[in-house]
């Protein structure tokens, strides 16, 4: 009963005072936050928190958005009407605040309601002359000077009206320097507004802000068109009224003068240098944010008259050298970082993982940025800053660290990992272009100098530097990768064109081991060892699918290959005999094969020899095609009744060669300085022979023919001086056959060396002892079943390719 009475006497209330629509409260609101400002003391240190202003601007803003959920069609209800047609100059009163800070902690709240405003309106009109025009004024207050308390809430604006350019890029026009009349009139406060809000302002010019570096015209609407000109009728850029009502709309073409400058860009660049993380992380997004904008005349603009792609690498360049250089090279690959990497314990300045880990994380941090700016920019800005990467900082910064004898391991571990870690198209084309250059190869210093650093006694510098090359091949491009590894061999060069002489027959038919198994007293186990890899290899065959008669010569063929290879080391020197890791090879090299071919798929690599020009024919017996290489007869074992010794023959069946003259084949710098470590390996440490192998099977996984011919066909009839990687293995096996039995009980150290190295033992490799010569051994063992294993899958997939 007594809630019906109250009912009635509300609804009588109402008819005789009706309640005040949402205009009326908005110009309440509106007229109490004057009247307070009429009233201000200066003098009165009160803080604007303790004010009634913070609730008045917050029930204006409410009255906007609640009035915005009703209207239909795109309409602008009344309150933001009166804020588009100045009836309630609330934004110019936001600017005006911001520039007094009177009560002080003004500006925060002014740069923070003017950026709610924008976030929570649907249709924030700003393209309305009298929106914009306060919001220029406003970005002029940002970053009057550094370290500015206000930082956060200055960036935020600007990140919000990143976001608004992104949904209508014309707005981006708004924020070019050509648009502003002149600096007085952004510097001053609207004479109305000062009667309004009486209170003291900053009128000297703002500190570092990118507006005021350049000389504005007198009058730069009458040079410059600001709003892309052309015929449509809803849009004539001649009339100034036009600019006025709508400055986003789109026609064919900006017109810039060469002194424009793009606002919102050169003031984010400036919060770069916050010491707040948080900041710099907003201002990144948003120069990612306009950067990948679609349309051009935005993108020349940023690269033109805008110092954006220059301030952000030579930020990275500036990073790079606060790297410390005692730095220990092996803590720079354990790094995984991006961009918006924010270290807990980057609080306490004393904490550290390890020496120099604040300085890397922040370098890597920031070249992850660059790499994604790359990625999701315009075209031509990752263009423009991809060049600039290799000039200010690849050239200009990084390149002197590799020639210094002193800073060269750190230098080259660091840009290892630079390369590995990037995947911006551009970013990689441009590191690959750098290492590789673009003249004759042997005019291109940067690679020598990397080659002889792979030949210096400093191991440590050969086992980053082996790592870098490693890195080139994994993330290098069809350019790079022609340069460094194919530039000798497409030629095929390393064929001896007239039948082999003795010697390298010889070699071809292993007599010279022959000769030494029949001087060796365990010939029979090796026999039976050779009888036992031979069965393994017809199971796998088998057990791949692939039909021995069907294929039987291809299949001879490479089972004569992939015995070249495992048959290399003799059984006595063997750590592992029986070779029951082998099929863990072949699985490796598949999904490894596979990887390539994706890689490669773009790439214009001859699949055959059928359509290269080359001096010999494709069906002689060097082809180096996996199913075609050179045939050799198989054993024949048979006891010698006089001297009761076993024997083995091999006959090289040849066929007509073409008969051409001689040149002597140039493997290249590159080849050179791999054979040369690789026949050094019983000098060298484990980690180096490792990374050496790794980077040669990454090479022979390669879907190349001729690098596959030069690589994997152990029976190329070669000129005698032609280095070969099957030649340089022998040479080592032999090395290594003569000098293993010289060590004491070296089966046992040999088994004893294998289980530590397979165990993985960190305590291992920080020891001192190591048998360099015995690890040296088991490296080669692993890569020779490796060899094999790719020479396999390579055969095995041109097999299902013929099906």
Same mark, same amino acid.
């Given at each position: ?80 009407? =009166? ?34 405003? @924008? ?11 009298? *929106? ?24 935020? @604006?600007?990140?919000?009206? %990143? ?8 707005? =981006? ?8 009349? $002149? ?7 609207? +004479? ?15 500190? /570092? ?88 005349? &935005? ?9 954006? %792609?220059?301030? *952000?690498?030579?930020?990275? =360049? ?21 961009? =918006? ?35 999701? %920019? ?51 084309? +441009? ?53 460094? *590894? ?57 057990? +791949? ?83 075609? $290489?050179?045939? #050799? ?15 083995? /023959? ?26 040369? @470590? ?61 000098? &293993? ?9 040999? +088994? ?20 360099? #010569?015995?690890?040296?051994?088991? *490296? ?24």
């Amino acid at each position: 009963m007594l809630s019906r009475f109250s009912d009635v006497l509300q609804t009588a209330a109402d008819v005789l005072a009706p309640p005040a629509t949402r205009l009326e409260d908005f110009e309440y609101h509106w007229k109490m936050i004057l009247n307070f400002y009429q009233n201000y003391d200066d003098s009165n240190k009160m803080h604007i928190e303790e004010t009634r202003i913070p609730h008045h601007l917050h029930q204006m803003l409410q009255l906007i958005v609640d009035e915005e959920k009703e209207q239909h069609g795109g309409t602008v209800g009344p309150c933001l009407e =009166a804020i588009v047609q100045r009836s309630i100059c609330l934004l110019d009163a936001l600017t005006a605040l911001a520039a007094a800070d009177r009560p002080p902690g003004a500006r925060a709240l002014a740069l923070t309601t003017g950026t709610a405003l @924008l976030r929570r309106t649907r249709q924030p009109c700003v393209n309305s002359a009298h *929106v914009y025009r306060p919001l220029q004024r406003m970005l002029i207050q940002c970053n009057e000077s550094p370290a500015s308390p206000t930082e956060k809430e200055e960036v935020e @604006l600007l990140l919000t009206l %990143c976001g608004l350019v992104r949904k209508e890029p014309g707005l =981006a026009n708004i924020f070019t320097t050509p648009f502003v009349e $002149d600096k007085s009139t952004l510097l001053s406060i609207p +004479e109305d507004i000062q009667k309004l809000i009486p209170i003291r302002s900053k009128i000297q010019t703002p500190k /570092k802000n990118p507006l005021f570096e350049v000389e504005l015209p007198a009058n730069p609407l009458r040079n410059v068109s600001i709003i892309r000109t052309g015929r449509d009728d809803n849009c004539n850029a001649t009339s100034s009224s036009s600019v006025d009502d709508n400055v986003s709309c789109k026609s064919h073409k900006t017109v810039y003068d060469d002194n424009d400058k793009f606002l919102l860009i050169d003031l984010l660049l400036s919060y770069l240098n916050s010491a707040d993380n948080q900041v710099v992380l907003r201002a990144c997004e948003g120069i990612m944010i306009v950067s990948s904008l679609p349309e051009d005349d &935005i993108a020349n603009l940023l690269t033109s008259c805008s110092p954006a %792609c220059e301030t *952000v690498v030579d930020k990275l =360049a500036a990073k790079y050298k606060c790297v410390p250089a005692n730095v220990d090279p092996s803590d720079v690959d354990h790094l995984n970082i991006t961009w =918006a990497y924010v270290a807990q314990d980057f609080g306490d300045k004393t904490y550290s993982k390890f020496h120099g880990y604040r300085e890397l994380t922040s370098f890597f941090s920031w070249l992850d940025y660059c790499d994604t700016l790359m990625k999701e %920019c315009h075209p031509t800005i990752a263009a423009h800053l991809s060049r600039t990467f290799r000039q200010n900082f690849l050239e200009g910064t990084a390149e002197t660290g590799i020639t210094d004898v002193h800073h060269a391991v750190l230098v080259t571990a660091i840009l290892a990992k630079c390369l590995k870690v990037v995947d911006s198209p551009d970013l990689i084309n +441009e590191f690959s272009n750098w290492l590789v250059g673009d003249g004759e190869v042997s005019e291109w210093p940067l690679l020598h100098t990397l080659i002889n650093n792979c030949l210096t006694e400093n191991y440590d510098l050969t086992l980053e530097t082996l790592r870098f090359f490693e890195t080139i091949i994994e993330k290098g491009t069809e350019h790079s990768i022609q340069r460094v *590894v194919l530039a000798r061999v497409t030629s095929r060069g390393y064929l001896q064109h007239a039948p082999p002489d003795d010697a390298e027959r010889d070699r071809l038919n292993d007599l010279s081991i022959c000769r030494e198994r029949e001087r060796n007293r365990e010939a029979m186990k090796q026999l039976q060892h050779e009888d036992h890899v031979n069965e393994q290899i017809t199971d796998i065959l088998s057990h +791949e699918g692939l039909d021995l008669k069907q294929h039987n010569d291809a299949a001879d063929n490479i089972h004569r290959v992939i015995n070249s290879f495992l048959l290399l080391l003799p059984r006595a020197i063997l750590s592992d005999p029986v070779g029951a890791d082998y099929e863990h090879y072949i699985h490796d090299a598949h999904r490894h094969y596979q990887y390539w071919l994706d890689v490669t798929s773009t790439y214009h690599w001859p699949t055959d020899y059928n359509g290269i020009d080359t001096t010999a024919s494709s069906t002689h017996s060097y082809d180096s095609r996996p199913e075609a $290489d050179i045939h #050799l007869d198989e054993f024949h074992i048979k006891p010698d009744k006089e001297d009761n010794k076993f024997t083995q /023959k091999l006959v090289l069946r040849t066929k007509d060669l073409t008969q051409i003259t001689e040149e002597e084949f140039d493997e290249g710098p590159f080849f050179r300085m791999i054979f040369k @470590l690789l026949a050094n390996m019983p000098t060298q440490p484990y980690q180096v022979n490792l990374h050496l192998t790794s980077i040669i099977s990454k090479l022979a996984l390669l879907p190349h023919p001729n690098l596959h011919e030069y690589l994997l066909n152990p029976s190329l009839p070669t000129a005698k001086k032609t280095p070969t990687l099957f030649k340089t293995l022998q040479e080592l096996a032999k090395r290594l056959t003569m000098e &293993i039995p010289r060590l004491r009980n070296y089966s046992k150290v040999i +088994e004893n060396t294998r289980l530590q190295l397979m165990s993985e033992d960190p305590s291992y490799d920080e020891s001192g002892e190591h048998n360099q #010569l015995v690890e040296s051994l088991i *490296v080669l063992e692993e890569f020779c079943k490796e060899l094999a294993a790719i020479a396999f899958v390579k055969y095995q997939h041109s097999v299902h390719m013929q099906r």
